[in-house]
């Protein structure tokens, strides 16, 4: 069984920066792939970065790229999202998304490729 917790949403203005975490408790193996998506009322979820725990292979959505930075403590099993230069079109909820296998990673844009989910965490970003 694995837990996610996400932390660090709030509202900021356009141009400003947060930093999201995700902790990770339970059996998440010793490879595993992490993700973060965003959704926002009446869209589809959207992938917007992916990390493999085991090596340096990271994914971020060309909309975010440039400004958001992943980063995975693998001691704390703490997995960081940092994003700068926020915009309006930002504003979403943000889950974490966990599985135990790292291959999953290759598809890492697919939110049906994840098994575990975190509850979100809400970013507001206005103009």
């Known amino acids: 069984q694995v837990h996610l917790r996400e932390v660090g949403g709030a509202s900021v203005q356009a141009g400003g920066s947060l930093r999201l975490q995700c902790v990770a408790s339970g059996d998440t193996t010793n490879r595993y792939c992490m993700a973060w998506f965003r959704q926002t009322p009446g869209q589809e979820r959207e992938a917007v970065a992916a990390?493999?725990?085991?090596?340096?292979?990271?994914y971020y959505a060309e909309s975010v790229k440039d400004r958001f930075t992943i980063s995975l403590d693998t001691s704390e099993k703490t997995m960081y999202l940092r994003m700068k230069n926020l915009k309006p079109e930002d504003t979403a909820m943000y889950y974490c998304a966990l599985d135990t296998k790292e291959a999953v990673c290759s598809t890492w844009y697919r939110d049906r490729v994840f098994r575990e989910w975190g509850q979100g965490t809400q970013v507001t970003v206005s103009s």
């Open positions: 990390l493999e725990s085991g090596g340096d292979n990271k």
